[in-house]
């Protein structure tokens, strides 16, 4: 059987792997995506796990996703529609609690209440958040220059950056260096004095991270999440309508609406090379399809361990990518109810449902949590981001039922003893006794739970570990060194062979970015 | 669903929310304060002028700074000298930070020999903290605690003296402690209309009590409760600058040139050149000693020009009911040589008034130039007057 014939195969139907085939299809390519699972969206993905109870079962929220790739793909017109997450209620360890509502007067007014000096910093640093996510907002669309290189556009793009950082001005340059070197519980102290907000804001630099709050560069990761923006508003996160695999299912409508066609149970087993060029893809089925461009949307270690043989790539490369860290720490437990949580900080049924609750009531909670993990064992009483999409987007769930999503830090993918069943139902226990100390009505509501270890984010995504943005989001791992100094720019040592997902710059989370990056590299070599 | 409340109400709310016809609410620094009472704010913004306007302003940030140093801690803070500021005085002044760009603006009052009131816009309990290191001092927030009511007009002193008070005396931002119906109060001769007037700082427990009694004793002068949209137009008439609106607190500022330095709004004569060390000082003398590039200004839009243009459409001028808060250009010939930021039509004064950020050389009084107007749709220039700040100075003010 001869094989089938495309300019461009694209292997995982990740988001970003449908992006750079929209991208690659709007340029004329006669692009084929390759989905190993029967749905798309890799671990951006809605299931109906539960008759009747959709969930987002992997990334749940949305803020990264690039408005350039919207705007490009006509994303809203495929079915994007972003609901807003407003608040976010910190329970407390004495009963009360920490919100953070839209309105910046009420936000205030509730910040005041627990420290006066922590409202008005909130100002300066919002305004110092601000300019420093504008700063690296241009970084999330340039090709990472190579700073040893010198080469005349790797030296160019090294200028535009250096002039860039010129730019910003000595006091953001500091803030910009404290943000890269320090932890995020450091880098807050400087500003705050409240213990709760503290942990609350120092969160956002742990989530998907083998990191602390303690941890030096845990800071940096604070900040990725503060350029999320939606509609030009920084640090907006919100649900996509139908869960994040609805957004997976926009990309995929405005790829083949462009051309590219995208199949689903269809197993990528290997690339096929000849003479240093990929020349085409072999299915787990034994199908084979030909194209002159091969483009992997998995993480590094699928990219270069898996899918071709090391043996074809350079010795340092293939070290580069073995000790490319994933190391995931993160688990979600999603659970159907049969009714809302009432929360002894807020009774009753109220705004805040509409929200995320951050089980984060201390520095000292949380980095306990991370002792946990470092020591091998999933957090006694974790890190938890609690969303109900039902509230806001009621076709999630039966009417008057609901679905909640819990995202649980830390859960190590090397756990002693390995992850097993009992493992499993221990972590789910651990997660549900924990909220239900903020909760106490939980365990009567659940009808249904879904508990995924890291083991089984790697099993079910094939992401490596279990590492949610497929590759620690640490500074060692990040622009040109993401995946591997030589390797940053997509392009892979084998002809025709690319690389797309988050494991390349800028890296994890609905972004689409590497996608985007990639396939602008892969025509500008095509040409 | 099991709402918290949003805004913030103010002492006198069981008073001032039954008087609001037409639901014109807005917010001020997290507060829900009155628009207008009445449907259209002209008899509000008459008995500033012409009787006495009552003004709920206890949204205002209060503080009061105790101790030795308290005096040592206001001075290394704001521009003016405070050393100076005597038992009873007020001071009005902004402060800086150390670039010398104004973080904010209010009063401080000196109530006893060592305690002092600040008011702001802003809240800044975290900056006074932040200046007090290494000195004796205690600083309160009493915002909550203190109500504060603005009496302006011609009959305000009379209102006052109706009800007993020793105000005949009181001078221009100087405050007396008194009592009227055994509620003990401050009064000051002060407020944001350039008229006669005073301001009354009084306990939250007290405040409804207190409107009773001045509607009382008012009613007889003239009296009328008034809201920000009748304030709004005396204040543009007085010169008298807003923040958030004519100029922004610096750590609001995204881009350098969103911050201003005291001179670029008309605050230069509030930086003290012979006070000790305080914030912003070296680049504040620096900028004193280099020429002027911006001046915050009066214009006056010219009527001729206004019917002019609205002639062109079959119009009679349009003038704006109440006073806008938006930024309209300002031109020399071709060139944009600034912007104004508040601007009303006087019903006194009878002309059309703006207050400007005009770059040099075009700030001088006398100034011609010409403001962006939208004429049905379209934008035109209107010919426009530098004038001299305030635009309404009345005897009766300082008298």
Redesign the interface.
Known sequence: MSAARYDAIVIGGGHNGLVAAAYLARAGKKTVVLERRHVLGGAAVTEEIFPGFKFSVFSYVVSLLRPEIIRDLDLPRHGLQILPLESTVTPMDNGDYLAAWGDADESRFELERHSPHDAEAMVEFGRLMHHMAMAVKPILGMLPPDPASLSPSDLKGLLKLGGHFRSLGAERFHALHKLMTMSSADYLDEWFEFDTLKATKSASGIIGTFLGPRSPGSAYVLLHHYMGEIDGAFRAWGFQRGGTGAISNAIASAARALGAEIRTEAAVERVTVSGGRATGVALANGDELSAPIVVSSLDPRRTFLDLVDPKALPADLVTDVRRYKFRGSSGKVNLALSGLPDFTCMPGVGPHLRGAVSISPSVEYLERAYDDAKYGEFSRHPYMDIVIPSMIDPGMAPPGKHVMSIFVQYAPFQINGGWDDAKRDAFGNAVIDTVSRYAPNLKSLILHKQVITPADIERITGLSEGNIFAGELALQQLFFLRPSAQWAKYATPIDGYWQCGSGTHPGGGIMGAPGRLAAQQILKAAR | ????R???ATPFHARTAPLVRAQTWR?W??YQVASAYEPHPDREYAAIRNAAGLIDVSPLHKYLIGGPHAARLLDRMVTRDVTRCELGQVLYTPWCDGDGKVLDDGTISRLDSRTYRLTSAE?????L?MNAVGLDVTID?VSAQTAALALQGPNSRAILQALGANVGNLQYFRLTHTNVRDIPLTISRTGYTGDLGYELWVRADDAVRLWDALIEAGTAYGIVPAGIWALDLARIEAGLIMLDVDYFSA????IPDQKSSPFEINLGWAVSTSKGPFNGQRALDAERARAQQWAFVGLEIKWDSLERLFAERSLAPQLPTVAWRTSAPVYSGDHQVGYATSGCWSPLLKKYLALAHIQAPHFGVGSRLQMEITVEHRRKRADAVVRKLPFFDPERKRA
């Open positions: 669903m099991n709402f918290v949003v805004l913030r917010r620094a997290g809240p800044n309990l975290r900056w903290h927030d750590p609001r500022a995204i």
